[in-house]
């Protein structure tokens, strides 16, 4: 081998020992601050993971989500307008929530926290969410952008994060979808969320077509 060779190689060595060491689950699921401000607009979900039943199968029919986030004449309540579309079915619906100390939260008529995690994408909003209903509890780990895409690195990111809180892989949306218009008329959102959570045959039902579409999709 010539000098010239043996001194690639070295240098290549040496580069692969200086890597960086992967993060520690106390650095990805360390919250991060974030100001009212700069929750506002428009983010499109990348994908995600949660253990609210019905949440894996409804990820495989799911086509679509963006979240519209309004400011309110009260600087502590924003206005969220969530638009979906399910099996090219789109519906629209619409709640306020209060954002303090860079954490988002409803406590009527059912309890949702959410907090915002580490992310290397500049206009990428990891949000997980915790969900308390009766004496029910649920955890959701979700990806949104400004962009309909997000790099390999980030959602590998994501992954990382799922693990560590020990849930599933995420679901990740095709990154060809189509989104739904702006003008759809939009229900109660709060209302729609409660049923579901306080519909307990109906998680039964969810949680078998979960676990039908892993076994026979994913």
Same mark, same amino acid.
């Given at each position: 081998?010539?000098?010239?060779?043996?001194?690639?190689?070295l240098?290549? #060595?040496?580069?692969? $020992?200086?890597? /960086?060491? @992967?993060? %520690?689950?106390?650095?990805?699921?360390k919250?991060? !601050? &974030?100001t009212?401000?700069?929750?506002?607009g428009?983010? #499109?979900?990348?994908? $995600?993971?949660? /253990?609210? @039943?019905? %949440?894996?199968?409804?990820?495989?029919l799911?086509? !679509? &989500?963006?979240?519209?986030?309004?400011?309110?004449p009260?600087?502590?309540?924003?206005?969220?307008l969530?638009?979906?579309?399910?099996y090219?079915?789109?519906?629209?619906?619409?709640?306020?929530?209060?954002?303090?100390?860079?954490?988002?939260?409803?406590?009527?008529?059912?309890?949702?926290?959410?907090?915002y995690?580490?992310?290397?994408?500049?206009?990428?909003?990891?949000?997980?969410?915790?969900?308390?209903?009766?004496?029910?509890?649920?955890?959701?780990?979700?990806?949104?952008?400004?962009?309909?895409?997000?790099?390999?690195?980030?959602?590998e990111?994501?992954?990382?994060?799922?693990?560590?809180?020990?849930?599933?892989?995420?679901?990740?949306?095709?990154?060809?979808?189509?989104?739904?218009p702006?003008?759809?008329?939009?229900?109660?959102?709060?209302?729609?969320?409660?049923?579901?959570?306080?519909?307990?045959?109906?998680?039964?039902?969810?949680?078998?077509?979960?676990?039908?579409?892993?076994?026979?999709?994913?």
């Amino acid at each position: 081998m010539k000098r010239g060779g043996v001194v690639a190689l070295l240098l290549g #060595l040496l580069s692969l $020992g200086r890597a /960086d060491p @992967p993060l %520690s689950c106390d650095t990805l699921l360390k919250p991060i !601050s &974030i100001t009212n401000h700069e929750m506002l607009g428009r983010w #499109l979900y990348i994908g $995600g993971s949660s /253990d609210l @039943p019905g %949440s894996r199968s409804l990820g495989y029919l799911l086509n !679509s &989500i963006w979240l519209d986030i309004r400011a309110t004449p009260l600087s502590n309540v924003l206005t969220i307008l969530q638009t979906q579309k399910i099996y090219n079915e789109c519906s629209s619906m619409i709640y306020n929530v209060t954002m303090e100390n860079s954490t988002m939260l409803i406590e009527h008529p059912f309890y949702l926290k959410e907090v915002y995690l580490q992310t290397d994408c500049p206009d990428c909003l990891v949000v997980f969410e915790e969900v308390k209903s009766s004496h029910d509890s649920f955890r959701s780990l979700m990806l949104f952008s400004r962009q309909q895409t997000v790099s390999t690195a980030n959602v590998e990111m994501l992954r990382m994060q799922a693990k560590c809180l020990q849930m599933p892989s995420p679901l990740m949306m095709d990154p060809n979808y189509e989104l739904c218009p702006d003008n759809l008329p939009a229900s109660d959102g709060l209302a729609a969320l409660n049923s579901l959570l306080e519909a307990k045959m109906g998680q039964r039902v969810a949680r078998l077509l979960d676990t039908f579409f892993d076994l026979f999709i994913n």
